[in-house]
């Protein structure tokens, strides 16, 4: 996953206002948490009570994978 934050300052140097920070997101059981074969979605976010606020819709990320409770011991 590629997480993109704005540089604050901006820095006249770069190429862009956003820079590119590499971020990894555990998912599943798995040894080393990586049962990702699936995708990544932005959701609405939630208000400070966790009720959904429907008029923000970039401040979830949501993400979906194969088979994340194949493991028999669990």
Do not use: H
């Amino acid at each position: 996953v590629f997480r993109y934050w704005r540089e604050n300052p901006d820095d006249p140097a770069t190429e862009s206002i956003w820079v590119e920070m590499p971020q990894d997101y555990a998912v599943g059981f798995p040894q080393g948490n990586r049962q990702s074969a699936g995708g990544l979605d932005l959701q609405y976010g939630y208000d400070a009570d966790g009720n959904l606020d429907a008029s923000v819709c970039t401040e979830t990320l949501v993400k979906t994978a194969d088979k994340l409770r194949d493991n028999p011991a669990l």
